[in-house]
């Protein structure tokens, strides 16, 4: 649902790989159809798999996954600025799916993220386990490239990097836990600070060289679309509703999950120094206090 620049992407990855069919739904018919012929050239000819476009929610009828991309417009200073209009849309949009697929597992991916994942779980009265924001897993990935270029070694020896949280700038990089080639991180770095930054404002130095970032959220996405549907456990941080985990309840953060094919299956614990523990505590509050703000 949404078929702009990160909705095609994403859709792109799922036809290139013949992962499965695809429908591309957007509010304009034309541009989910146009993007839809032109992703269709991506199709490998080994495949059985098809793309579609089209305005008629009806169509998602009997869909594993529904992925949700879609925004009624451009944040350009905060994820939070259309944040109205956008819960507005989730509810909108979470009626259509409980009326044509009840039992698809969701993935959401508009922002503000974990705002939306927490609207869309109320109004839906899905399972939170089915609803699943995709973000903190992107905020990760960033997070290892600033420590693999501040220390210049490749990603691939580093473990355990985490941010959890708000997709936003309370968003909490994990570095208790994280070796790099075996050592602890901070025996490396003389402060967290400068890098907490960096993964905090990673979006708005990216939009100054170009509109906005599509590729590595549409690959996290594409990561968790595969494993559920090839029936693959997968463990990333992604954005759940909370009942009691790390001490939170009705509201929805970034957390360490694990996901099958019926969606999370296991919400993880993981140890946090003070520092981490406070600072998570405060992006809580900060979520929880733009989910009050809202009377819709």
């Known amino acids: ?32 159809i146009g993007e839809a012929l ?15 476009g089209t305005d008629d929610y ?19 200073k905060d994820r939070t600025e259309n944040i109205v209009l956008q819960v507005k849309m989730i509810k909108e949009i979470a009626q259509k799916i409980k009326q044509y697929c009840p039992s698809t597992i969701v993935l959401i991916v508009s922002n503000p993220l974990d705002v939306l994942t927490y609207f869309f779980q109320k109004e839906s009265n899905f399972s ?27 990603q691939s020896s580093i473990s355990n990097a985490l941010v959890l949280g708000e997709h936003g700038d309370s968003m909490v990089p994990v570095f208790s836990g994280v070796t790099v080639g075996g050592n602890p991180l901070f025996s490396m ?8 930054e960096d993964v905090r404002s990673y979006w708005k130095k990216l939009r100054s060289f ?23 456990e ?14 939170e309840n009705d509201v929805a953060m ?9 969606g999370i299956c296991e919400i993880q614990n993981v140890k946090l120094d003070d520092t981490e523990s406070s600072s998570l505590k405060k992006s809580s509050e900060k979520i929880r206090n733009h989910i009050q703000s809202i009377h819709i």
Do not use: W
């Open 189 to 196: 770095i003389d402060s967290r600070d400068s890098i907490t």
């Open 254 to 262: 970034g957390v360490p999950v694990k996901i099958d094919q019926n």
């Open 58 to 76: 009806s169509q998602i009828s009997g869909s594993d996954i529904v992925v949700i991309t879609a925004s009624v417009g451009v944040y350009m």
């Open 234 to 247: 997968i463990t990333i941080p992604a954005s759940v509703v909370l009942e009691g985990e790390y001490g």
């Open 1 to 32: 649902m949404g078929s702009g620049r990160v909705g095609a992407s994403i859709a792109f990855l799922c036809v290139s790989n013949a992962l499965d069919d695809v429908l591309l739904v957007n509010r304009n018919k034309n541009k989910a």
């Open 38 to 52: 032109d992703i269709a050239s991506a199709i490998p000819e080994n495949s059985k798999f098809s793309i579609h």
């Open 210 to 232: 170009k509109s906005r970032s599509q590729f590595g959220i549409a690959k996290n996405t594409f990561d968790v679309i595969d494993s559920i549907l090839h029936k693959k």
């Open 128 to 154: 939170r386990f089915k609803i699943i924001g995709i973000a903190s897993s992107l905020d990760t990935s960033r997070f290892r490239y600033f420590i693999s270029e501040k220390l210049s070694v490749p």
